[in-house]
């Protein structure tokens, strides 16, 4: 079986906390698939560490949703269910459609040229399969916006949930033939910043998630099926 995480080398950041991200990015990545039981000591070995450091890591992506501990049969990677699907997107949509019609009109013309310098990116990314670097560029062309707003609470509010929202952002980014949907959808959001139109942009941006719920909807009916 080939390995599915980097080791850890010594003396960076806490064991636990590295740990915990390169168990997450293989969730998010669907290294480890929905479902899965996962094999702790399989993943000391390949992190290079003890069991201490992975169980302190999986027990802190419990608490992010990604990660099921079951007493007396161990942990599995959370299954994808449709309703929290739902009710996730449900939230985003009426809280970051909010958030942007408060933050769009207080853009500062140095924002939006980051903006346009961030879309540019994410562009690049998409059409060279890079989506870790788009979903990095992603977050960043958002959370500019977002942040603009100037409410700490519901910034750190909608960073969690995005978090939440990652391992979908993957399946739907499988998807290439949206790929020119998700550069438009997001123009159109860039356009609605550029003439600081904040209704225009909680109309935008509330339809460009609604559309990935759509899809991501499909996808994970699919799943059910299968199992």
């Known amino acids: 079986m080939s390995k599915m995480l980097k080791p ?3 003396g960076i950041k806490t064991v636990s906390g590295i740990a915990q991200e390169r168990i997450r990015e293989a969730i998010l990545r669907g290294t480890l698939p929905p479902g899965t039981r996962i094999d702790q000591t399989q993943l000391a070995t390949e992190l290079n560490t003890s069991l201490i450091p992975v169980r302190e890591a999986l027990k802190a992506l419990a608490s992010e949703g990604l990660v099921q501990i079951i007493p007396r049969r161990g942990a ?3 299954k994808s269910s449709l309703t929290d ?4 997107y449900e939230a985003r949509c009426l809280v970051e ?11 500062t013309d140095e924002q939006l040229s980051e ?55 993957y399946r739907y980014l499988s998807s290439k033939d ?3 949907i998700i550069n438009a959808e997001h123009q ?34 699919q799943e059910t099926r299968k199992d």
């Open 76 to 78: 599995f990677v959370a």
């Open 178 to 180: 949206r790929h020119p």
């Open 115 to 169: 903006l346009k310098s961030v879309l540019d990116a994410m562009r690049a990314a998409m059409e060279a399969d890079r989506y870790e670097d788009f979903l990095r560029s992603n977050r960043t062309f958002h959370f500019t916006i977002y942040s603009t707003a100037g409410n700490t609470y519901l910034t750190e509010v909608l960073s969690a949930w995005w978090d939440l929202a990652e391992r979908y952002r």
């Open 188 to 221: 159109d959001i860039l356009d609605a910043c550029c003439s600081r139109d904040g209704e225009r942009a909680r109309t935008v941006i509330e339809e460009h998630i609604r559309r990935s719920l759509n899809v991501l909807r499909s996808l994970v009916e």
């Open 8 to 10: 850890i080398e010594d």
């Open 85 to 88: 699907l739902e009710n996730l």
């Open 97 to 107: 459609g909010q958030v942007a019609a408060q933050a769009v009109p207080r853009l």
